[in-house]
């Protein structure tokens, strides 16, 4: 009776193919991972708007509620002076120029003194032409201010993809309690 040989290993063939699935999982699965990556950058960059266009609101709605006088909108449609019960003047720009950290806009208070808060932070920045202010008055009918502006992540400060980028519209309409 003749022994076969027993062969062990594999062949030329059976290690390309093998290889070159491997190769091909590794480029879907690397793909994939590049995806989930740029949809949570996405996430959290639109994440950063809404909570800096959300605060820069609530922070302007609280003071022109509270406001003894009826608020005083510029002619510029860009600033509202709001005088508070202790009868110190407060100023909403939402176009002040941050000169410190790139001449960026960004929504600020300001206090008799010339002296500014901001509101927004520096990675988000006032769409040039978006801000825009008004006051109402009309008989009846307590003093109102509408505020509009649009912001967008500041592309200054991070180095995000073009996809990765957003733009979020913030508009309300607050109206004076003591009139």
Known sequence: MK??????????IELLVVVSLLAILAVL??????????????????????????????????LIRRAKYTPMCAADGKS?????????VVTISCDYTDAANG???RIARG?????YVYLTDTLVKVV??????SCSTAPASPPGVSIEFI???NSGSTNLRPW???????????????Y
């Open 151 to 153: 912001l967008i992540q």
């Open 80 to 88: 509202v002076d709001i005088t508070a019960f202790d009868d110190s």
């Open 29 to 62: 699965f690397s793909s994939s991972f590049v995806a989930i990556m740029a949809g949570s950058n996405k996430a959290q960059v639109t994440s950063e708007v809404k909570q800096n266009g959300e605060y820069a609101l609530t922070t302007i709605n609280q």
């Open 103 to 105: 001449n960026i806009k």
């Open 128 to 133: 040039d032409g978006s801000c825009k202010i």
């Open 164 to 178: 990765e980028q957003t733009s979020q519209k913030f508009s309300t309409t607050t109206y004076q309690r003591n």
């Open 111 to 115: 206090n008799n003194l010339g002296a």
């Open 3 to 12: 022994r076969g040989k027993i062969e062990r290993g594999f062949s030329l």
